[in-house]
T-cell receptor, first 112, second 115 residues
Framework: GAVVSQHPSWVICKSGTSVKIECRSL??????MFWYRQFPKQSLMLMAT?????????EQGVEKDKFLINHASLTLSTLTVTSAHPEDSSFYIC????????FGSGTQLSVL | DQQVKQNSPSLSVQEGRISILNCDYT??????FLWYKKYPAEGPTFLIS?????DKNEDGRFTVFLNKSAKHLSLHIVPSQPGDSAVYFC??????????????FGQGTILTVHP
């Protein structure tokens, strides 16, 4: 079946550094991908919609300059958390549509 | 403003019995509903979905019921198995065009199935 691959699965970084997360659709093309995050014991919250070849659309309250999204090809979207701080520590998940939304395995980000 | 609500944080069921997970929504524009199963530190796995033009969809042990007038849906798992133990999320979408796949999730319900 269709697979969405996300990398890395976990990352630990120092405060102030930037972290890039990759999301790939392995056997299908995705002109649109979605980025969510989940804080402990909370629901998944949509952060932004990644559009191939154009700017991402951010949900209210999500800082576009902090969470940079690039969707340069039909199979790859990246999320870069710039100048990460401890409050950015969260579980980040991407999804793409293949009939139904399919999710990647997620990235656990811990900022020290 | 929580547009999708799962009011039961947890549910405990004995193996072989029925598990019923509930979900309520407030946005009348939602027309497609999905249930996902999730383990900690993993992405959600799709279980079953239902369009707003239907009131029931069945797939093996899983059945989803939709009551549009009440803005309520439920997931029935029969018979429940210990391997079903996980967090279950209800999600909704106003499907169509590129908005499809833009999901609003409930808070999740932790299901524990005891042997």
């Amino acid at each position: 079946g269709a697979v969405v691959s996300q990398h890395p699965s976990w990352v630990i970084c120092k405060s102030g550094t930037s972290v890039k997360i990759e999301c790939r659709s392995l056997d299908f093309q995705a002109t649109t991908m979605f980025w969510y995050r989940q804080f402990p014991k909370q629901s998944l919250m949509l952060m932004a919609t990644s559009n191939e070849g154009s700017k991402a659309t951010y949900e209210q309250g999500v800082e576009k300059d902090k969470f940079l999204i690039n969707h340069a090809s039909l199979t790859l979207s990246t999320l870069t958390v710039t100048s990460a701080h401890p409050e950015d520590s969260s579980f980040y998940i991407c999804s793409a549509n293949r009939g139904t939304p399919i999710f990647g395995s997620g990235t656990q980000l811990s900022v020290l | 403003d929580q547009q999708v609500k799962q009011n039961s944080p947890s549910l405990s069921v004995q193996e072989g019995r029925i598990s019923i997970l509930n979900c309520d929504y407030t946005n009348s524009m939602f027309d497609y509903f999905l249930w996902y199963k999730k383990y900690p530190a993993e992405g959600p796995t799709f279980l079953i979905s239902i369009s707003s033009i239907k009131d029931k969809n069945e797939d093996g042990r899983f059945t989803v019921f939709l009551n549009k007038s009440a803005k309520h849906l439920s997931l029935h798992i029969v018979p429940s198995q210990p391997g079903d133990s996980a967090v279950y999320f209800c999600a909704a979408s106003d499907a169509g065009g590129t908005s499809y796949g833009k999901l609003t999730f409930g808070q999740g319900t932790i299901l524990t199935v005891h042997p």
